[in-house]
């Protein structure tokens, strides 16, 4: 069953151009406007109970997406249903069965976080009694109820994010859509928010999330659209996205004397090397080609070799492969 249906979606921003002569303005007519096409002409669906992952650069098309989604921004054209409702036709229908964690955090900073929850329980409708009962199990679910009457302008970025998912979470959504949930966090805080998602999805909430984090998309999406300039470039789930790279194999070499970078990227066969704890990741286009050189690269410079992995390129490689070429295979 599709949860949210996304048809020809576009978002324009029209942007006066200055003159230089005196006279003409933003508000003259002589002077053409620039069009910067945020989000131009996406489609996609996605399906119930999946945790759909919305990758691209910065200045990609992302937020303005996931914010027409939530209501904040209108569409310049297209249509967006959620659970085959029009959300523009159905807007308070809608924030009933959807929450919605932004990137820039919205919590009312003087309040508590005790206070926050059932504020937005009572906005919702919920009963005194449901409000008190799930801001409890919520706060306590999100490791926050020790620090509930702490005011939440002294909570750490870590709480802030925590205390957001429990708001997007006290009307018990079906649909729940997250912006960069762990941007910014420090490794516990999004060990927490991850594990968190993972267990929301596993009862059954849809979740449309962007981010930046290679390992998050990874982790946790059964399917990834990556967008680029405002357009959809390629649709997939983790593992056929890296199959699209799949002319370009890694090694990871490690030595037990020091070896420099700029000998290992003189081997005919290496595309590109990075340099990790203890050794390099190497990026080749022919791995059988690849080894032969390496063997005898050690030969010839008398080297020991602790250890040498070869594997499928990682996501993050794949989403740069996709991006340089525009998503054509």
């Known amino acids: 069953m599709i949860a949210i249906t996304v048809t020809n979606l576009s978002k324009h921003f029209e942007l006066p151009k200055r003159s230089k002569k005196r006279g003409m303005g933003p508000n003259n007519p002589r002077v053409p406007n620039s069009t910067i096409r945020a989000v131009d002409d996406v489609n996609f669906n996605v399906m119930k109970g999946e945790i759909f992952g919305f990758l691209g650069p910065n200045g990609a098309g992302k937020t303005t997406t ?15 249903a959620i659970l085959g409702r029009d959300i523009r036709e159905n807007p308070i229908a809608i924030k009933q069965v959807t929450g919605n964690v932004p990137e820039e955090a919205n919590v009312y900073f003087e309040l508590s976080g005790w206070q926050n929850l059932t504020l937005i329980g009572e906005i919702y409708g919920i009963s005194k009694k449901d409000r008190m009962k799930q801001a409890e199990f919520l706060l306590k679910k999100f490791e ?88 959809i470039i390629s649709l997939d789930t983790p593992e056929n996205l890296k199959k699209l ?14 070896v420099v970078k700029s000998e290992i990227a003189k081997l005919d066969s290496v595309r590109e090397v990075q340099e990790v704890k203890e ?35 990682k996501l993050e490689e794949a989403f740069i492969k996709i991006i340089e070429r525009g998503g054509k295979n």
């Open 245 to 258: 790279t799949q002319e370009y194999k890694a090694i990871d070499l490690y030595f037990t004397d020091g």
């Open 66 to 80: 996931i914010r027409m989604m939530t209501g904040v921004l209108k569409p310049t054209k297209g249509k967006i």
């Open 279 to 313: 050794g390099f990741h190497v990026i080749v286009d022919d791995i059988h080609k690849a080894i032969f050189e390496i063997v005898d690269f050690i030969k010839q410079h008398n080297l020991i070799i602790k250890q040498l992995n070869t594997h499928q390129p």
């Open 144 to 231: 926050l109820y020790e620090k509930r009457d702490l005011k939440a302008r002294k909570y750490s970025k870590g709480m802030k994010q925590r205390l957001l998912l429990c708001m997007a979470l006290m009307s018990d959504p079906e649909i729940l859509f997250l912006d960069e949930p762990t941007s910014g966090l420090d490794v516990q805080s999004a060990r927490i928010i991850k594990q968190l998602i993972k267990e929301y999805n596993e009862k059954g909430v849809t979740i449309f999330l962007t981010t930046h984090d290679m390992e998050v998309a990874n982790e946790l999406c059964h399917r990834i659209a990556i967008i680029n300039q405002g357009k």
